[in-house]
């Protein structure tokens, strides 16, 4: 089973950015999308962005458009996710995730592999 491993997470400030990056172990068997999910204290795991195979399908939660743009190097297995202008409500564990599908699709129950997560946390 493919390794995944996320980093870039820290503690900022509303508005702010951050970069976080996932690498793989390896590439994956299949032609596999890949994408982020999050889990913010007390609530489930929820869909944050994904992105196809090639890289030319990206699915976004509505709460992140405009804000958030994934990105893949399927030469170097890895993945990224640039968040900007975060806010609060962001605060949660970020996990990097291969979907069972080359394509991606927006529901967290779609992805099977999964990082042990990095954390996030945006003060006001």
């Known amino acids: 089973q493919v390794q995944l491993v996320e980093s870039g997470g820290g503690t900022v400030q509303a508005g702010d950015s951050l970069r976080l990056s996932c690498a793989a172990s390896r590439r994956t068997n299949s032609n596999n999308a890949m994408g982020w999910c999050r889990r913010a204290p007390g609530s489930e795991r929820e869909f944050v962005a994904g992105?196809?195979?090639?890289?030319?399908?990206?699915q976004y939660a509505d709460s992140v458009k405009g804000r958030f743009t994934i990105s893949r190097d399927n030469v170097k297995n890895t993945i990224a996710l640039q968040m900007d202008n975060l806010k609060p409500e962001d605060t949660a564990v970020y996990y990097c995730?291969?979907?069972?599908?080359?394509?991606?699709?927006?529901?967290?129950?779609?992805?099977?592999?999964w990082g042990q997560g990095t954390q996030v946390t945006v003060s006001s």
């Open positions: 992105i196809d195979w090639k890289a030319n399908g990206k």
């Open positions: 995730a291969v979907s069972r599908y080359s394509t991606s699709s927006s529901q967290a129950s779609d992805f099977t592999s």
